[in-house]
């Protein structure tokens, strides 16, 4: 890992993009009257929630209706916020807050894709893989520290995953423009 001299401005679009979803996510709760989001519980991939999200004052109902789609939502595995359970669970909140925790380190450093950085994803990717399927198989019951945690080692290695395909899809147009 070495120093970045320049940063590519689609790292730090991206980066800022992250940050600001990030951060709607924390505000959507805070921004709401206090109590009135609970028990959000549905599946991954249906509108669930949609009695509850129609209602929201724009930006807070599409930030909810994106979690809604995207997120089960188990109100004991989310955060709550103003008495408000948050628009997506402690591990997807931390999935998200590790991408733009990745995408930061690839604007200051860069980063070279080896042997070793396929370690760091392994170790990065493991982790959730153990606890996901140990709660899958209901072998236990993970808890919502141990989600956040894994959630952001996923994140931050997928953030800093996309930093690098960024800078070799850089280094690849650079050299077939340079070889024209």
């Not at 209901?138 to 994140?155: A, D, Q």
């Amino acid at each position: 890992m070495e120093r970045r001299e320049k940063s590519s401005r689609l790292i730090i679009i991206l980066f800022i993009c992250f940050f600001i979803w990030i951060l709607l996510q924390f505000l959507a709760p805070l921004a709401l009257p206090q109590g009135s989001v609970n028990d959000l519980t549905g599946f991954v991939g249906l509108a669930d929630n949609e009695d509850q999200i129609e209602n929201m004052p724009a930006p807070w109902g599409s930030i909810y209706g994106c979690g809604d789609r995207l997120c089960h939502q188990k109100e004991h595995r989310s955060f709550i916020l103003n008495d408000n359970q948050m628009p997506f669970c402690v591990r997807c909140v931390a999935i998200w807050l590790g991408l733009a925790i990745g995408l930061a380190s690839m604007i200051f450093y860069k980063i070279e894709l080896n042997g070793k950085f396929l370690l760091v994803i392994l170790f990065g990717l493991i982790p959730i893989a153990i606890d996901g399927l140990g709660q899958h198989f209901e072998l236990w019951e993970s808890t919502n520290l141990v989600r956040f945690i894994t959630g952001l080692l996923v994140g931050i290695v997928c953030g800093i995953a996309i930093g690098l395909i960024i800078d070799e899809s850089r280094e690849i147009f650079r050299s077939k423009k340079i070889e024209k």
